[in-house]
């Protein structure tokens, strides 16, 4: 192929892409006058041309070495490689010797970047001999995964980014996309600019900030996707939209129409005009992307929710063509590029398959290993299990923290104490999973490591390294390749470079392509290093059989026969039914401005002001019956698990329905780890656990105290039955709450902040429980307490503010001047506009549209993020009077 080289550009910035979402943005990396480091939107990258999201606009703030682990560990000391590599590389191999490769595992990410992916593929299947490497990828894209493959034959995703801005209606379901996709809502939204009779539906049972787009929302009972795609289908055909000339690439359309005809609509909770208007619009609408995500993914009938998707593109032949087709937006920024590597325990590299003899003796041969898994392995969901029966005795753990992200997390956190062998690869050792490492070895962070990733639409880019590795820090490749040469490979893990390791997964993908499979990127098997050092963005597959564009216009599947398969669906529900004990539905899910759990954005004290607590957002009728008041707290109970949340009221959940974040981990709080309550049931067929429909009972935790504090110290070490710890901007800010008051509050102030001997200015009442304490330095802020019976209300900013400020004793006020007046919770996280600010805007009617607030207040004007929030605050706080 031709290898483009990236443009040089003028500023010296270094081309890299953001380490978060599978939007997949290029970004530039660079140094100010000040030599502080930069990170701008690349607007050459064909993901985002330029654009960043709040999270990817804050990534500068992520990259101090606060908090990072910088040598290797062994059982809580430091050690030096050698010592640490042979001390894994001797665990395993014992543990493989006397009780067979099966007893190991690999537990790895999307997240990390293909060269690493690929060399823990490699030991594990060809070497070790087991399939025991199985991915977080598991608890995101299984069931897409397992969908496709179903499908098609091979885990293809069809269509490009363009096709969704070329579509006339834009179906997202189980997709948040303006929090967890906001650069490709952004296009969504600047498409629907630039041609209004564009459409859009959201399909969701709550009403998200991506509803802010759409032209219908339904929402939809949980899991009930599958029944509503069936009543599409069998809607399709009764209109006589059915593509018969398509079906010729098809087969299974007879069973899945009857299947479809046989399940009842009803079942996804919406009602006949609902159905009926979805059913008119989606089949009237040639051009038709139907964009899925994790509300589909993580079911138990998650796969089969995305074969009824499926069969609709296929019944109607829309697929692969300009504007039309299914897409499973990819959650990590290498979830896809894991899946074509082999990272998940069902799958060979180069998306082979582990049960093909040809594919295992291909991969086999080219590898020249002495073995290779010949079954599938243990699914995260049952690895952890067979950790926790002892069935698996060494488990290293990459790139991700199943303690806070596993379903039934206390389950998996007791597996972790059980284990022989706990070996951890991470960038910090502050994780919950990190504290149960018997081996702690410090990786590369993001913007110190090399490789490539590829997004949600098949375009592989570049990483590029731009700070030196710090401490001891090595790639995560290279971490993997020490261990398989000391367990005696050498000569099959010898790579020097990175590059060498793309060139030789490159070389084996000729391979895949070879055996008909899609995934071929041979044409770039003899990359240079200084080629791979310029390699410019492309999509997949580059190889002798076809170049970049989309799957399946003309059929073509990967199956055997060539024709894709339609799937008869039989619509079920959750797992789980509320019930008379667990009467709550809870749902999950994420926040805008926070990354799974948190161990990057939460450095950021910027991100951390939008929704800076774990919070349950529940239905205000719910909350009455509850006796809840609004920033109550709420005790929540699971068969398995426990949590305490603050209470968000809202109408865009239903009754009877709750969500939760899934970013909190015992570091940030004191139990809002929210995986602790959800139940571990899977899909039957993609092991992927239902995350998004467990069920719940929710008492109000009656607390006696409520606390806020701040502090410029050193990392507070609170003490309470309720806490949460975040970064702020001068230091710390934590919330507090208690069943029991302390007697002695100074005493307990100057432990949480470790302040034994500083000067304290206080306010106390306590015949009505209430204290308020200053520490300072010669009238300097140091850190303060609020404690009161009822939740505390003060201006949060203006007290945060404050830290590190003269006149300490002002702040015991709790309130600003008339001068400084509060401006609320941020809302947007680029220009730090808080809500009171935006409330007062729409409400005096100075700025009743988006762009006006835009001009007003600065807020939206930047990453953007915030729109869909400011279009909900408009509609919120507009007054009647301003809106005649
Ligand atoms: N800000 C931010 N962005 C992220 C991430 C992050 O941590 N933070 N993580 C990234 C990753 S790895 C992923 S996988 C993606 C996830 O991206 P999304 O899938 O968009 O995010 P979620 O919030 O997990 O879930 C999406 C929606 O599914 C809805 N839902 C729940 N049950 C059902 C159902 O039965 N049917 C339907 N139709 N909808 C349902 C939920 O209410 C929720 O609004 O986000 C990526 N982007
Ligand atoms: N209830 C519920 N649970 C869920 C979900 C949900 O919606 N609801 N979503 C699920 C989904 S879709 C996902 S993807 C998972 C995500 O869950 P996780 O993968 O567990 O979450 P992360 O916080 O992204 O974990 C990444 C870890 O890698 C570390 N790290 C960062 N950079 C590097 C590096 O370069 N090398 C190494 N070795 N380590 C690094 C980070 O510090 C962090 O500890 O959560 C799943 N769990
Ligand atoms: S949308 Fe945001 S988080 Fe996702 S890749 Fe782009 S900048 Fe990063
Ligand atoms: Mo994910």
Known sequence: MNIRPARINPTSMTRSTCPYCGVGCGVLIGRDESGTVVVKGDPDHPANFGRLCSKGTALAETISLDDRLLAPRINGREAEWDEALDLVAERFSEVIANHGPDAVAFYVSGQLLTEDYYVANKLMKGFIGSANIDTN?????????????????????????????????????????????????????????????????????????????????????????????????????????????????????????????????????????????????????EKVVTVYSQGINQSSSGSDKVNAILNCHLATGRIGKAGMGPFSVTGQPNAMGGREVGGLANMLACHMDIENPAHRAAVQGFWQAPTIADKPGLKAVDMFRAVAEGKIKAIWIIHTNPVVSMPDADAVRAALEGCDVVVVSDVTDRTDTAKLGHVLLPATAWAEKEGTVTNSDRTISRQRRVLPAPGQARHDWRILADVACRMGWDAEFSWTLTSEVFAEYAALSGVAGAQGVDFDISDLAGITPSEYAALAPFTWPQGPAKKGGRFFAEGQFHTPDGKARMLPIVPRAPQSAPSADYPYRLNTGRTRDQWHTMTRTAKSARLNQHLGEPYLEIHPLDADALGLGPADLVEVTSPEGRAVLRVLLSDAVRPGEVFAPMHWTAETASAARIDALVKAVTDPVSGQPESKASVVALKRFAASWYGFAVSGQDEPAPDAPYWTRLRSSSGWRMELAGTEAPEDWVAYARTLFNLPQAEAATVLDPARGGARIAFHNDGRLLAALFVGREPIALARTHIVARVGAENAASVLAGRPGADAPDPGPTICACLNVGLNQIREAIETGRALTVPALGEALGAGTSCGSCRPELAALITRFRLPEAAE
């Open 137 to 285: 990828s598991r608890l995101c894209m299984a069931s897409s995964v397992a969908g496709h493959r179903r499908a098609f034959g091979t885990d293809t995703v069809p269509g490009l980014y363009e096709d969704l801005e070329e579509a006339d209606l834009v179906v997202l379901t189980g997709s948040n996309l303006a929090w967890c996709h906001p650069v490709l809502y952004q296009r969504l939204v600047a498409a629907k600019a630039a041609r209004p009779a564009m459409k859009f539906v959201v399909i969701d049972p709550r009403r998200t900030a991506t509803c802010d787009i759409a032209d219908l929302h339904l929402p939809i009972a949980s899991g009930g996707d599958g029944a509503l795609f069936n009543a599409l289908l069998a809607e399709i055909d009764r209109q006589g939209a059915v593509d018969r000339a398509y079906l010729d690439h098809v087969n299974g359309f007879d069973e899945a129409l009857s299947a479809a005809r046989a399940s009842d609509p009803a079942r996804s909770g919406l009602s006949d005009e609902q159905i009926a208007a979805f059913c008119d619009l989606w089949i009237g609408t």
